[in-house]
């Protein structure tokens, strides 16, 4: 079952990092916005799960998501067959 109206909740659940460190996730994100954002350890981190959160993060920071009226899961399972 989804959770409703919480998009981060929902791309956990679909990208199965449900159980996944928030820490971790924290502190790989940290510097997400910034030109020193390491990539490979993000990648590291969260291995297959990287491109689809770093699209869906993406698009909940600029709105995307009710602009263009995308699901999340619409978005992570495109987002998973591009990577």
Do not use: C
């Amino acid at each position: 079952m989804l959770p409703d109206n919480n998009p981060d909740a929902e791309f956990m659940i679909l990208a199965d990092l449900i159980d996944f460190g928030q820490d971790q996730l924290n502190q790989s994100m940290e510097l997400f916005d910034e030109i020193q954002f390491d990539s490979f350890n993000f990648t590291g981190v969260l291995n297959d799960a990287a491109l689809p959160f770093v699209v869906h993060n993406i698009f909940q920071k600029q709105d995307l998501y009710s602009k263009f009226n995308i699901t999340v899961s619409t978005l992570y399972n495109f987002s998973r067959e591009i990577a």
